[in-house]
């Protein structure tokens, strides 16, 4: 794991995530289509079910790549914040795999079967419970930790605000579940700004001259924290 490539792969998490967000959105009606009665779901899914799996699987694979992003972002930094940092981004990129999965693995056979209670089911544990909530925790504990171990001598002050408050608003989701209001919007934003966050992440680590042994200079003290 290179620069390079850490640089490479946040810039198509990126891109993919968006991309495929947003024609599950005119397609599918997504995320306001979870909402809806069950029947409706499964009705909207089946109506454009080979699209529709297409796009999740998309999605899937931009969650996917944070685990090798964790990884190649790891290196920037020897701290022990930044090894904190490594596993939990490896594990928000599993459990948001897991639940944006079932769309084209359990789904396909729930909406034929028109099976709703397995669908309940599946859209309760997998997607609410492991692929949101967690998600939305271990994303936004990954970033603050990932800030924490770079410091404002990576990119500025900017950086460090731009994904604070990508993060803090992402975390919101948490309390999703429970019916908060404007809870749904303020997670939207985050993920938004998180976006752009990952975008100029990935324009840094490009810019910034190599070391010799292929890192990044990344003018931070490693040895306080070590």
Known sequence: MNRKLTAALLLAAAVLTNVAFTALGRIFDYPDVLKK???E???AFTAHRTAVVGWFVVLAL???LFA???????RLATNRVMRAAVPIGIAAAVVQVVGLSRWAILVPGYAARGDRDAFE???HVLGTLIGETLGYALTAAWTVLVLAALGRA???LWFVVLGAAAAILIATGVVSPLGAPGVDLLNFVGYVLWSVWLVAFGVVLLRRPAR???GVNVPIATSAAS
């Open 62 to 64: 931009s969650a996917a």
């Open 121 to 123: 089911t599946a859209h």
């Open 154 to 156: 990576f990119a500025g």
């Open 212 to 214: 010799a042994g292929g």
């Open 41 to 43: 779901i499964l009705a």
């Open 68 to 74: 090798p992003i964790a990884v190649g972002v790891g």
């Open 37 to 39: 009665p069950t029947g």
